[in-house]
């Protein structure tokens, strides 16, 4: 079952960001554009290269309005002693969820409840709280923040002008598609 359209639930969740705790809410999500970038666990191999590339790249998120939020069935505890401990994790300042209970994890359908850890998901949200676009990914094949800001940007970009669609590879400025039909309603 497709999640496109599909309106992210209430919630209350802890977060660290900038050696700082803090709550985040879904009213914090409102009114503006939004990553979820779901991951297994701290400490792990795949997954502190995957925070890197987009802490280096979050200045590119902030610039479109959007913010990152990179997600664990760890606490937020835990992502503070990561932060700590780790050289690439140090680099990430965009907030990092604690979801121990599966709150998100369920809501986006990514909980792997055998394990109690996340898939590795990534979710564009749309300033009214809803799923625009996903993907998730075996465990063990690493994400491009590249890929992820060029996909908000499209997304962003269709939000505004309803009537046009992106092509495969099209980058901000590049030339979109007028389909002579009505694509939502052909689908």
């Known amino acids: 079952m497709s999640l496109i359209n599909k309106e992210v639930a209430d919630f209350t969740v802890q977060a660290y960001q900038n050696g700082e705790f803090k709550e985040i809410t879904k009213k914090d999500i409102l009114g503006k554009w939004n990553v979820f970038f779901f991951y297994p666990a701290d400490f792990t191999f795949v997954c502190p290269t995957e925070l890197e590339d987009l802490a280096n790249s979050y200045d590119k998120f902030k610039a479109i309005h959007c913010e990152v939020y990179s997600v664990s069935c760890d606490t937020h505890f835990v992502h503070k002693a990561w932060h ?58 690493g994400r491009n923040a590249d890929e992820l800001l060029r996909k908000v940007e499209a997304s962003q970009f269709v939000a505004e002008h309803g009537d046009q669609v992106c092509p495969a590879k099209w980058q901000p400025g590049a030339e979109t598609l007028k389909p002579s039909f009505d694509l939502v309603g052909a689908i």
């Open 84 to 141: 700590d401990s780790s050289k690439s994790i140090e680099k990430v300042t965009y907030p990092m969820i604690g979801d121990p209970v599966a709150i998100l994890a369920r809501d986006f359908d990514v909980y792997i409840e055998s394990a109690g850890l996340a898939e590795r998901g990534t979710f564009v949200v749309n300033p009214e709280g809803k799923i625009v676009a996903y993907e998730v990914n075996a465990g063990n094949v």
